[in-house]
């Protein structure tokens, strides 16, 4: 009794300067369920089950200190009985809600060793009566520094010292592995996915440009099961579907074309809009791999002759063949691959 009498009257001028805190729980317990407000709108389960404990505590805090079913209580009760009903809505794992809860974990456990360090403050040698001191204090034990300058004399101060720093290692270490845990695990799983993607590029296809052309052939070659690879400049946005192996970088360079995989690859098919472009392109994938195939698009007929200097194994101009195998067709001539194929090659005289 006489110890506790003791306790009571050291940390008497503590506690004088820590009035703005006599409402600590409930303010605390608020300050929480704000926070996770956010969560529950992402519908993030994390949030769920901290909302769930918080109503608890806050509906039992209501009735112990009321002493009665208050409204505050059928608030709580209320809040508890939705979140049991729409549980299986709140399936989703949220980065940004794992931080809230470290945020309110770390905010809360400041809070208890401000509040600590000022109660038992007579308890310490030298004796902690201000805020400063005790949030100095209470940021060396946390964080395990401990410099020595601030030393705990009594038994109350000490178990108390020794919760600090049991509770700060298992905050700290529990907000590591919340927050900064998924993100340096989706960089990692990221960067192993790109060597894997680099790995696997091999007898595929390479389509580079994002034309209508592009994408009409990019969705034949998914139909028929052919790995592609596309080739996308920086800053244009990608008509792509999202699981699509893509490469973004300039076409013209050799580092671009051999993330693709272009030595590997079975054909390297240049379409995009712009004809001066697709024929440097032809001619840094020719410098690169000789033995790839090389497919060039021509949009402008005037320029056949042009594209066909840097001598791509393929040309597809539009204009051209579109023209030349509806004229056959309406004067009844025969249509056959190898007219086909001589047209694609710029070995007829009308391409």
């Not at 770390?106 to 040698?125: K, Q, T």
Request: aromatic share 6%; proline share 5%.
């Amino acid at each position: 009794m006489a110890t506790l009498l003791l306790v009571w009257h050291s940390g008497a001028q503590g506690l004088a300067q820590l009035g703005q805190f006599a409402a600590f729980p409930p303010v605390l317990l608020g300050a929480g369920l704000l926070l996770m407000g956010v969560g529950l709108l992402l519908r993030a389960r994390l949030a769920w089950a901290m909302t769930l404990i918080l109503s608890l505590l806050v509906g039992g805090l209501a009735l112990w200190t009321t002493r009665h079913l208050d409204t505050v209580f059928f608030l709580a009760a209320l809040l508890i009985v939705v979140l049991m009903v729409w549980a299986r809505r709140f399936n989703r794992s949220s980065v940004a809600t794992s931080s809230l809860f470290a945020l309110l974990g770390v905010g809360s456990l400041l809070i208890y060793a401000l509040f600590g360090s000022l109660w038992f403050g007579e308890g310490f040698a030298p004796p902690i009566r201000t805020l400063t001191q005790a949030l100095y204090f209470s940021v060396v034990t946390m964080s395990t520094v401990g410099y020595g300058d601030v030393v705990p004399k009594t038994d109350p101060a000490r178990l108390f010292t020794v919760s600090l720093i049991v509770l700060g290692i298992t905050v700290f270490a529990t907000t590591l592995s919340v927050v900064v845990g998924p993100l340096i695990g989706g960089s990692l799983k990221r960067t192993l996915e790109k060597r894997m993607h680099h790995a696997s590029r091999r007898h595929h296809v390479v389509i580079v440009g994002a034309s209508a052309l592009a994408q009409a052939l990019q969705q034949s070659l998914k139909a028929r099961a052919v790995p592609t690879t596309v080739i996308l400049p920086e800053g244009m946005a990608s008509p792509y579907p999202e699981d699509i192996d893509m490469v973004v970088g300039d076409p013209s360079r050799s580092q671009t074309l051999q993330q693709a995989g272009v030595p590997q690859a079975r054909a390297v098919l240049v379409l995009r809009d712009d004809d001066a472009d697709n024929a440097f392109i032809v001619l840094a994938v020719k410098e690169l791999a000789p033995s790839v195939r090389t497919v060039a698009a021509v949009q402008d007929a005037r320029n056949v002759a042009k594209i066909r200097r840097v001598q791509p194994d393929m040309m597809f101009a539009p204009q051209l063949l579109g023209g030349e195998l509806l004229a056959r067709s309406l004067l009844g001539e025969p249509i056959d691959n190898a007219l086909i194929n001589d047209l694609l090659q710029g070995k007829s005289e009308e391409c």
